[in-house]
């Protein structure tokens, strides 16, 4: 779209880890593809680019929810609001997608998937549930593992992903067929709540395409020239979200209900996902030209975001129950939601620190060695006896 660009940026080298979750900092190999440069060497570790995507996304992610009780007295804060949603989660779950290129039924592989997603799954839903019913006075409130709540949607929604893995692997055209599956599932309000399949199947096309991608292609966006064409593509973003804000509900880039669900027909959903999904595309693309591939002083929070991630949910729920956007008028004011802002961007990347990691592995990167079973050994096969080295005397 735009001509190649020199550009005095690093180029961006190809991954090594593979991002276990969004950003819990697990490692294994990702798959070299032909061509492609040769990985850092083992001192340069992790590499920089992604972390501080993944950095970066996360403290949107948090200001997106401190924006939310503002959206309602404030047009642009709507209007931020709904350009974030736009393309936060998308370029967190390509990242993720991206890394998960590696994965196949390995029995080291599927261990991780256990200790990395699924358990901390199972543990954030019970707490998030007990936190419910003592913060909102909701003794009621279920402990159901099959209809997440909050945050932790991402969670199973990434534990299916990366088990269909080998299937997007040996398909034909994956990510048509995957937007397609988006299409219908959003025109679909049958599906039901069970696991958040519906935000499971209508974000599936941004997982898929982080499995095509290739290092290349984020070099792509790595131009000057998508650089600098970023700055007015999204500053019409804003415009036009600040034009649509009375006029569209942001549940639509929540992605968790169907056309019919929100109250309109099933053909104008085909057109919103569609639409959605190309604006996703080309807001990402520049975001991620805006991602330093150089390391920073955040780069090291990248390898948190998990933490980040699950843990400020209880702050963000929280300053609902407790009604601090209704005790505080002052926050609804252009400094308060300064104020605000700030607050959610220091908190959660307190929350990413190595401090705050060491104290809450046990639940977000648990090993649990007492769980598997060991690999038996296998005998070596036998040699044929005229296959037996000879001995030289």
């Known amino acids: ?96 997608g991206y890394f998960s290129r590696s994965f196949d039924m390995r029995r080291d592989r599927l261990q991780r998937l256990v200790t990395g997603v699924a358990v901390p799954y199972v543990l954030f839903e019970t707490a998030y549930a007990f936190f419910k019913r003592w913060a909102d006075d909701d003794p009621g409130h279920p402990i159901s593992l099959l209809d997440p709540w909050f945050l932790t949607w991402f ?17 034909r055209r994956p990510l048509p067929l995957a937007v397609v599956i988006a299409v219908l599932a959003s025109i679909s309000p049958d599906i039901g709540d069970d696991l958040d399949l519906q935000r499971v199947l209508q974000f599936l096309p941004f997982f898929v395409l982080g499995l095509s991608l290739r290092p290349e292609h ?65 807001l990402v693309a520049c975001f991620f030209s805006w991602v330093p591939t150089r390391r920073t002083w955040f780069t090291v929070l990248g390898a948190g975001t998990l933490y980040g991630y699950l843990l400020h949910g209880f702050l ?38 190595p401090p705050v990691r060491k104290v809450f592995r046990f639940a977000m990167e648990p090993t649990m060695d007492w769980a598997f079973r060991k690999p038996a050994d296998r005998p070596a096969p036998a040699v044929p006896r005229q296959q037996q080295p000879q001995s030289p005397a």
């Open 218 to 282: 984020f070099r792509l966006v790595q131009r000057r020239a998508v650089r600098i064409a970023s700055v007015p593509i999204f500053a019409a973003a804003l415009v036009m979200a600040y034009w649509a804000a009375p006029r569209m509900s942001s549940a639509w880039f929540y992605h968790r209900d169907s056309a019919q669900e929100l109250g309109t027909t099933w053909w104008v959903g085909i057109v919103m996902t569609l639409a959605l999904f190309g604006c996703s595309m080309v």
């Open 155 to 171: 969670l199973i929604a990434l534990f299916i992903w990366r088990l269909t893995t080998p299937l997007w692997k040996v398909v």
């Open 1 to 96: 779209m735009f001509p190649a660009a020199p550009t005095p940026r690093r180029v961006l080298p190809p991954a090594r880890e593979a991002a276990g979750t969004d950003g819990s900092g697990r490692t294994e190999s990702a798959e070299q593809p032909a061509g492609a440069p040769a990985p850092p060497s083992k001192g340069e570790g992790r590499n920089p680019f992604f972390d501080n995507a993944k950095y970066l996304a996360i403290v949107l992610v948090a200001m997106g929810h401190a924006w939310e009780p503002l959206t309602d007295g404030s047009r642009a804060a709507e209007a931020l609001y709904m350009t974030v949603y736009t393309f936060h989660m998308p370029a967190f779950i390509i990242i993720s």
């Open 316 to 353: 963000a729920k929280g300053s609902r129950f407790w009604g601090w956007f209704d005790d505080y008028a002052w926050l609804h004011s252009p400094l308060g939601e300064i104020a605000v802002t700030l607050l959610a961007g220091g908190i959660v990347t307190a929350l990413c620190t």
